[in-house]
């Protein structure tokens, strides 16, 4: 009924954004388009065009973990210190941390997500293994642009508490970022210093 009104519409988009990131504080979910279609249902929206993007999701998310979670600080902390010693192990493959680790709305279910790069995916392989890593090798798509989309190799594992997935770029991959799922653009990649910062 008041569809033409843009004052109630932006309501209407920020109650599902908060609605969205409830779901995913709640119920562990870390897909965008998974929360934004179970906020919608709950609230019984249905025109798409009231749908908030993936950013207006995440501010929200950010902003549940700092009203509602406590600890989320030192979880943050802990995810990303176990982040810096994989760095340190992997530092010869030049690592990059991604994701909501990076970001900061990561919780204790979330991924820890690193680039790496090497011409030889064996050689992370048998690096990991020779530190007792023993990781599932499975592969990722990856987006550079609408029509630019391959294939990369990863190795899931489990570092102290935590999952981690390795996605193993060529040596030149550090040179164009692919893109990030939250907001289409060239995803935020941090080094070794950076995340050393993060911790201070």
């Given at each position: 009924m008041h569809s033409h009104r843009p004052s109630h519409n932006a309501e209407i988009t920020r109650m599902l954004a908060v609605e969205a990131a409830r779901i995913m504080a709640e119920q562990s979910i870390h897909e965008f388009t998974t929360a934004k279609r179970k906020a919608a249902e709950r609230l019984?929206?249905?025109?798409?065009?009231?749908?908030?993007?993936?950013?207006?999701?995440?501010?929200?998310?950010?902003?549940?973990?700092?009203?509602?979670?406590?600890?989320?600080?030192?979880v943050l902390h802990e995810l990303r210190a176990c982040t810096l010693k994989l760095m340190q192990l992997l530092h010869a493959y030049q690592p990059h941390l991604v994701g909501s680790v990076l970001s900061g709305s990561a919780d204790q279910y979330s991924e820890i997500c690193l680039h790496v790069f090497s011409?030889?995916?064996?050689?992370?392989l048998l690096h990991l293994l020779e530190h007792r890593i023993h990781a599932q090798h499975a592969e990722k798509k990856i987006h550079y642009s609408s029509d630019r989309i391959v294939t990369a190799?990863?190795?899931?594992?489990?570092?102290?508490?935590?999952?981690?997935?390795?996605?193993?770029?060529t040596a030149h991959g550090l040179r164009q970022a692919p893109l990030n799922p939250v907001d289409h653009r060239p995803m935020p990649r941090a080094n070794m210093?950076?995340?050393?910062?993060?911790l201070k």
């Open positions: 019984r929206i249905r025109d798409p065009k009231l749908l908030p993007d993936n950013i207006e999701i995440e501010a929200a998310l950010l902003e549940h973990r700092r009203l509602f979670h406590q600890d989320h600080q030192g011409d030889a995916p064996e050689a992370v190799p990863c190795f899931k594992f489990i570092a102290g508490n935590y999952p981690v997935e390795l996605v193993v770029f210093q950076i995340v050393q910062n993060l």
